[in-house]
């Protein structure tokens, strides 16, 4: 089980791939096992040396009580020191960003968000993706039409 951001490879060209570890609190990690957060809107900045995603939402767990999480908070990324700094250092090129596109479990059962250091991309980039998509659904569509026995 798996959450993803299916629009950011249509608004993104990912450049380098990360996968870092999430702090959370124990009423996060069981709204996310019942598959209730979104990444769509969130992104990563960096603060003071660390990383954080921010506007990432978990939904309130619902026998959390009053130790319940805010549902919107930041949350911190774990990564080593030596990829923090080389993020930071790639970070101050005009243009680029860390987005998150997934977060899942591992085989350990710890929480791990993948993140991407990606540069936007154009409107002409979009309707580009667009028509290639088209493309190759039209190919597979005849393919299936072809196959067909009558």
């Known amino acids: 089980m798996s959450i993803l951001n299916r629009k950011a490879r249509f608004q993104y060209h990912f450049l380098e791939h990360y996968v870092s570890g999430i702090q959370l609190f124990g ?9 209730k957060a979104n990444i769509m809107e969130s992104f990563c900045q960096m603060r003071h040396g660390e990383l954080y995603s921010i506007n990432m939402y978990i939904a309130e767990y619902k026998f959390g009580t009053n130790w319940n999480h805010s549902s919107r ?78």
């Open 27 to 35: 009423t996060e990690v069981k709204s996310i096992r019942q598959n």
């Open 73 to 150: 908070r930041e949350r911190k990324l774990l990564l080593k020191k030596q990829e923090l700094i080389k993020i930071n250092k790639k970070l101050k090129n005009p243009g680029l960003t860390l987005i998150p596109i997934e977060l899942f479990f591992n085989d350990k059962g710890y929480i791990k968000m993948k993140i991407v250091l990606a540069k936007g991309k154009k409107t002409y980039d979009k309707r580009e993706s667009l028509r290639k998509r088209d493309f190759f659904r039209e190919i597979q569509q005849s393919f299936k039409l072809k196959n067909r026995i009558y």
